[in-house]
């Protein structure tokens, strides 16, 4: 069965620092991985989607990576905000598990 | 917004109730989904249209019940709920399904907080 998880499960952060969040994952046999933030009682917002022929994919402050056979994908967040601040969940697709969600990082970063 | 809406926002209904969720996506996309957020776990999907076709229903009660009529509207019909599903129901649709070398991205509307006393 496909496991999602990342760490850490929150994180708390001064504004302006660089940081990382992780999300591995246990069957490397993925279509494509997802980022979403979702701010309090909100929906999901997608960020980035990387198709499991990519390395990595790069929008704005962001840039998430996939390394498929260690089964691990990161989100770099350059220079943090206030605004940043919202879980970040990733989610991976496949044949077999289908549709399958992390657990979250629950980002706090203060200004 | 994400072109993709869900009424209502917010519903409180009785263990006796029969009540339908709604979800519109205005992107134009084939792939409609619903999953289910309840507090401290993670995210799980519970159906998958694809052309107006059901493709997944990943072992979910027969008290959800959902409707697809064309490929922009997809309902989700409750019926004898429990507490236990009192939960954010969200709702996204993607141009394509998984496995396709086209455009799976999935856009999630803002969901409907469902609460079963």
């Known amino acids: 069965k496909q496991e999602v998880t990342q760490i850490p499960a929150a994180l708390s952060v001064p504004e302006g620092e660089n940081l990382v969040l992780n999300c591995s994952f246990t069957?490397?046999?993925?279509?494509?991985l997802q980022w979403f933030r979702q701010d309090p009682g909100k929906g999901l917002t997608s960020l980035l989607l990387?198709?499991?022929?990519?390395r990595e994919q790069t929008s704005g402050r962001l840039n998430a990576s996939l390394d498929k056979s260690s089964g691990r994908s990161t989100l770099y967040i350059a220079a943090s905000q206030p605004g940043d601040s919202a879980t970040y969940l990733c989610?991976?697709?496949?044949?077999?598990?289908?549709?399958?969600f992390g657990t979250g990082t629950r980002l706090k970063v203060l200004a | 917004e994400t072109g993709v809406t869900q009424t209502p926002r917010h519903l409180v209904m009785g263990m006796t109730n029969k009540k339908s969720l709604k979800c519109e996506q205005h992107?134009?996309?084939?792939?409609m989904y619903w999953y289910k957020q309840s507090a401290k776990k993670p995210l799980e999907l519970m159906f998958v249209?694809?052309?107006?076709?059901?493709?997944e229903n990943n072992s979910v009660p027969s008290r959800f019940s959902p409707e697809c009529p064309n490929s922009s509207h997809l309902f989700l019909h409750l019926h004898t709920l429990q507490p236990e599903d009192s939960a954010l129901y969200l709702c996204?649709?993607?141009?394509?399904?998984?496995?396709?070398?086209?455009?799976?991205?999935?856009?999630f509307g803002p969901g409907t907080r469902l609460t079963v006393t």
């Open positions: 996204a649709s993607s141009q394509d399904g998984p496995g396709t070398s086209g455009r799976p991205e999935q856009y």
């Open positions: 069957d490397s046999a993925i279509y494509n």
């Open positions: 990387i198709q499991s022929s990519q």
């Open positions: 989610h991976t697709t496949s044949g077999t598990y289908k549709y399958i």
């Open positions: 992107l134009g996309h084939n792939a």
């Open positions: 249209y694809n052309f107006k076709e059901q493709t």
